[in-house]
């Protein structure tokens, strides 16, 4: 059965601070691992999709790396801002043959980023 | 704008009464998922949809969940004679090329 964990559960960070949140999964047998952001009471905002074939992807600040042997793959923000301050989501997509499978998530780590 | 709206955002009810949610995709998506998601937790898969057929539910889903997909567009998730556990944030997922686009979710309480 998949688990996936996310360490820490919450961060606080003064403004400015690179950071990095780590996520873990216990089957390898990924299709693809997807970070998420929600903001509280909202839904989820997809920020970075990793397929099982790469290795990292970018956006803007953010740089995600995916290593699946290890079953481990990281977050990474460059120079945080308060916009930033969210719950951020990791999940994995199982892997059937090929086919896509639902989701599962991590609990998330809520980061604050101080002015 | 994730491309998907959800119906009511919010909803209070009593405990025994029946409500129901709907998820509204902009465009057409073969794949259509109904997640749950506590406080503190990530979110739980419930079922999802390959055009109007249901393939998938999990154990979280019990008799007393019924989605449907009509005409492979929008979707329904309805809970008969809810529980105070029932109480959870009901998000609905549509899937892309590969990755999955959620919706604002509909909050239900259960008093």
């Known amino acids: 059965k998949q688990e996936v964990t996310q360490i820490p559960a919450a961060l606080s960070v003064p403004e400015g601070e690179n950071l990095v949140l780590n996520c873990s999964f216990t089957d390898s047998a990924i299709y693809n691992l997807q970070w998420f952001r929600q903001d509280p009471g909202k839904g989820l905002t997809s920020l970075l999709l990793?397929?099982?074939?790469?290795r990292e992807q970018t956006s803007g600040r953010l740089n995600a790396s995916l290593d699946k042997s290890s079953g481990r793959s990281t977050l990474y923000i460059a120079a945080s801002q308060p916009g930033d301050s969210a719950t951020y989501l990791c999940a994995v997509q199982g892997d059937y043959g090929g086919s896509q499978g639902n989701l599962i998530f991590g609990k998330g780590t809520k980061l604050s980023v101080k002015p | 704008d994730t491309g998907v709206s959800q119906n009511p955002r919010h909803k209070i009810t009593k405990r025994g009464q029946n409500v129901t949610f709907r998820c509204d995709p902009i465009?057409?998506?073969?794949?259509l998922y109904w997640y749950r998601q506590t406080l503190g937790q990530g979110p739980e898969f419930l079922t999802y949809f390959q055009n109007e057929a249901q393939l998938e539910k999990s154990r979280l889903l019990s008799d007393r969940f019924s989605a449907e997909r009509p005409k492979g567009s929008f979707s329904t998730l309805e809970i008969q004679r809810t529980e105070q556990g029932d109480s959870a944030m009901y998000l609905c997922a549509v899937s892309g090329v590969h990755e999955q686009f959620f919706g604002p979710g509909t909050r239900l309480t259960v008093l």
């Open positions: 465009s057409e998506h073969n794949r």
């Open positions: 990793i397929q099982s074939s790469q």
